[in-house]
């Protein structure tokens, strides 16, 4: 999990504005765009949120709405004044469009009020120890790395087995129903790149995955390690 509250800081020392990219933390983590100190951020409803795919969030803090101008405006978002004219609204609702999928957002504010429900910290808590206990399995198989780094881990565990192509390992581990996915170099081409990694495997545990589960996706694992 990167230090966004120091990243942050550094940003705005410097003029510039911050745009979260929490897809991968809303839904796993206690995200406050207040404590982060974020100028915006933008989540996806289809992960670690258990919402519909196509759906999505995007926050801007209000001081900003005024001068922040959407990629594209349609009649939701402004108003057609004059012939060459148009005038954008002045809350968020400038970013959205007119046509939208009312049954997935729906599906979102559903999986929202779930999470809420089951408690943010107590979903947080809970994944971190799977992650945890899955990245200690892996660790004692022969052949694999976890390669995962930072003091502050998250839910996705990330990791190699050597001489088995990350493609490799997923279609073994699906054909004992474990689901992991691959993640390549372009995913995370600085980090990637420094690191001279070509892909690595993504296991990502949410919270109904039981401790039996992830021994069997170990064993799974160990299996194709050979
Ligand atoms: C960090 C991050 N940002 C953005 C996305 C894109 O998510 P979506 O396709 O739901 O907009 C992903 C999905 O892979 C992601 O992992």
């Known amino acids: ?3 966004v509250y120091e990243a942050t800081r550094l940003a705005h020392g410097v003029g510039a504005l911050v745009l979260l ?38 926050y801007v803090r209000q001081a900003l709405i005024g001068e922040l101008e959407p990629p594209v405006v349609d009649l939701e978002s402004a ?11 002045d809350d968020a609702r400038r ?10 957002r729906l599906g ?5 009020d779930y999470l809420l429900d089951l408690g943010v910290e107590a979903v947080a ?36 087995v050597d001489g088995v192509a990350p493609d490799d390992v997923r279609t ?12 390549g170099r372009t995913s995370t081409l600085l980090d990637m790149s420094r690191r001279q990694l070509d892909a690595v495997v993504r296991a990502s545990p949410h919270y109904f995955v039981s401790d039996d589960q992830l021994e069997a996706a170990a064993d799974a ?3 194709v390690a050979g």
């Open 1 to 3: 999990v990167n230090p």
């Open 21 to 58: 990219d929490g897809c991968q933390s809303v839904g796993q983590l206690d995200v406050n765009v207040g404590e982060l100190d974020v100028d915006a951020l933008s989540a996806t409803g289809r992960k670690w949120l258990r919402g519909p795919r196509g759906t999505g969030v995007l």
């Open 79 to 89: 108003t057609w004044t004059e012939p060459d004219r148009y005038r954008l609204r």
């Open 95 to 104: 970013f959205e469009l007119w046509e939208a999928d009312v049954a997935a």
């Open 108 to 112: 979102l504010a559903t999986a929202v």
């Open 125 to 160: 808590a809970d994944v971190a120890a799977r992650a945890e206990r899955l990245r200690e399995l892996l660790h004692a198989i022969p052949g694999v790395a976890v390669t995962d780094l930072g003091r502050h881990r998250s839910g996705i565990v990330s990791f190699t």
């Open 172 to 183: 073994a581990l699906a054909r004992r129903r474990v689901i992991v996915s691959v993640s």
């Open 221 to 223: 694992v160990a299996a």
